[in-house]
Nanobody, 118 residues
Framework: VQLQASGGGLVQPGGSLRLSCAAS????????MGWYRQAPGKQRELVAT???????NYADSVKGRFTISRDNAKSTVYLQMNRLKPEDTAVYYC?????????????WGQGTLVTVSS
């Protein structure tokens, strides 16, 4: 599975951005797709996830501001980010999880930088 993320950039506080992540390769068995982020000096953290059947999960810090969606036909996951705050500044990574016999195999995209600053 290969993941290609796009959509990052510089935005002012209160603004919006939309991230996209397209999966290719052996995509048939992908269950969960989602977004994680890593700010400078901090550990990578979950932002939002979307299962193949439509269940979503969000970090408390982004609930009500971010929306994750998924187009299974295009094997693409999106993250609509509204009312962005400076603390949302981070490298955002796309993730795809494939169930295997021993658990879940995780695949990662290359990361896209989101900077929220005036």
């Amino acid at each position: 599975v290969q993941l290609q993320a796009s959509g990052g950039g510089l935005v002012q506080p209160g603004g919006s951005l939309r991230l996209s992540c397209a999966a290719s390769g052996s995509i048939f068995n992908i269950n969960v797709m989602g977004w994680y982020r890593q700010a400078p000096g901090k550990q990578r953290e979950l932002v939002a996830t979307h299962t193949k059947i439509g269940s979503t999960n969000y970090a408390d810090s982004v609930k009500g501001r971010f929306t994750i969606s998924r187009d299974n036909a295009k094997s693409t996951v999106y993250l609509q980010m509204n009312r962005l705050k400076p603390e949302d500044t981070a490298v955002y990574y796309c993730n795809a999880g494939v169930p295997v016999s021993w658990g879940t195999r995780n695949y990662w995209g290359q990361g896209t930088l989101v900077t929220v600053s005036s």
